[in-house]
């Protein structure tokens, strides 16, 4: 076979797929599924607990050191030793698999064919968070054809040769299986922001509003076109198990009718935000933001709507969104307030502050109080409660922050 692996790869993967195997058969794993699914579906038992998107340049453990020389096994060696490390040190509500997925080699361009033009600034070479500066690409009619509406490809040739070569390394040990495209991130004023520069962006939704209209209309109309290829291609994945670094269980997926030989949006989550315009009007959001992405939200089974932006003071304007199941309340939110908005209606999916785990000092009693705050909020309200740690760009180089924080969290939301 082209490209086999070397022994020692081979050795290494197994090793630790054979513990990630152990661990999957817990019964502990079931529970938690069981635990997100009834969160999801709006009938809650307790809180759900979820930590992602990690600083892992600061993590020096032995443990967390690729050592596999092939590329397609390295992948697969970082997931087996990231998913061992969280396990041991920072489980929280997460739920680990009995077995692994090959991505199917498609060209999925979320980008739209544009190139960004930026400045970055780096404060610590080692970390892929970075300040960025973008300019502007979009200043005459002529730069809105930038915006490709671009034909999906898929190369089933290499799908097929890694499915194999990864299911001959784990023969025996666990399953391997295709994973589809996971195209539930709509996200146009993302594109908007790195296309134009923030600033730009928001000065020209006043100032040339039919221009910016015109760049909505064509990402989305990009969107529904991607949409349709995946669709009628046979790319999709199978159900989820994580939408925005949260939970996806539920018993509302996949929709009546599902084939899981032939998925459909209609059977998967989505996820969508526009963070940047949190400090435009609810009207502004409506017309910019909500309805494009409507047409968008009504094509996919369950929407999670909202990341970093504070969406208080916009619930009427999301609740326009078709399928919105979970609302992000970002650290800056008015927390009562979002609260007596969803009640029972969405999940309530709580962002706490990352900075608590940047300062000098990691003050236990400050993360405490502040998740105590935000479940007694929740249950005072009837909102189905999930804490989402995030955007985690430092732990000062003292990872047992993050255990502490999970230890911390799963006290409250067992209480």
């Known amino acids: 076979m082209k490209d086999t692996p070397s022994a020692a790869d081979i050795s290494i993967l197994r090793r630790l797929a ?14 938690k599924r069981e635990l997100w699914t009834k969160n999801n579906d709006l009938t809650p038992v307790r809180p759900m607990v979820s930590i992602d998107q990690i600083c892992w340049n600061e993590f ?3 443990d967390l050191h690729c050592q596999c020389t092939d590329g397609l096994c390295r992948g697969f060696e970082w997931y087996f030793r990231e998913t061992l490390y969280r396990w041991k040190h920072f489980p929280a509500d997460m739920v680990v698999g009995r077995g692994v997925g090959v991505w199917k ?28 500066l973008y300019h502007n690409l979009f ?23 890694n499915h194999e070569k990864v299911s001959k390394v784990l023969a025996g040990i666990m399953d391997v299986g295709l994973v589809g495209v ?12 790195q296309s134009m520069g923030v600033q730009t962006a928001l000065f020209a939704m006043v100032d040339r509003p039919d221009y910016i209209h015109k760049i909505l209309t064509r990402i989305t109309k990009a969107y529904h076109y991607m949409l349709d290829q995946v669709e009628e291609m046979n790319l999709l994945g199978g159900p989820q198990s994580m939408v925005h670094c949260a939970g996806a269980y539920t018993n509302d997926l996949p929709k009546p009718g599902y084939d899981p030989a032939k998925p459909r949006l209609k059977d998967q989550w ?14 502004m959001f409506k017309e910019f933001e909500v309805d494009y992405v409507a047409p ?52 309530f999916s709580r962002k706490p502050n990352p900075a608590f785990l940047a300062f000098d000092r990691f003050d236990e009693k400050l993360v405490r109080d502040d998740l105590v705050a935000t479940r007694e909020i929740c249950r005072a309200h009837g909102c189905p409660l999930e804490f989402i740690l995030k955007d985690i760009s430092t ?5 047992q922050r993050l255990s502490r924080w999970a230890h911390i969290a799963m006290e409250v939301a067992e209480q």
């Open 60 to 62: 020096h453990d032995p």
């Open 270 to 283: 989505t996820c969508g935000m526009a963070q940047m315009l949190s400090t435009v009007s609810p009207a």
């Open 105 to 132: 080699a498609v060209n999925y361009p979320f980008n739209l064919g544009l190139t960004f033009v930026q400045d970055i600034a780096v404060s610590d070479p080692t970390n892929g968070v970075v300040g960025h």
């Open 139 to 161: 200043e005459t009619e002529a730069d809105i054809e930038k915006i490709q509406i671009p034909d999906i490809t898929y190369d089933e040739a290499t799908t097929m040769q």
């Open 182 to 193: 996971d195209p539930g991130y709509l996200a146009p004023w993302d594109l908007i922001a």
């Open 395 to 399: 732990v000062r180089r003292e990872p």
């Open 18 to 31: 054979a513990e990630v195997a152990e661990i999957a058969e817990l019964p502990v794993h079931q529970r």
């Open 296 to 347: 968008l939200g009504a094509r996919f089974g369950l929407y999670y709507y909202g990341c970093c932006d504070p969406l208080d003071g916009k619930i009427d304007e999301v609740r326009q969104i078709p399928n919105v199941r979970k609302i992000s309340m970002s650290t800056w939110v008015d927390q009562e307030n979002g609260a007596r908005q969803l009640k029972g209606d969405f999940v």
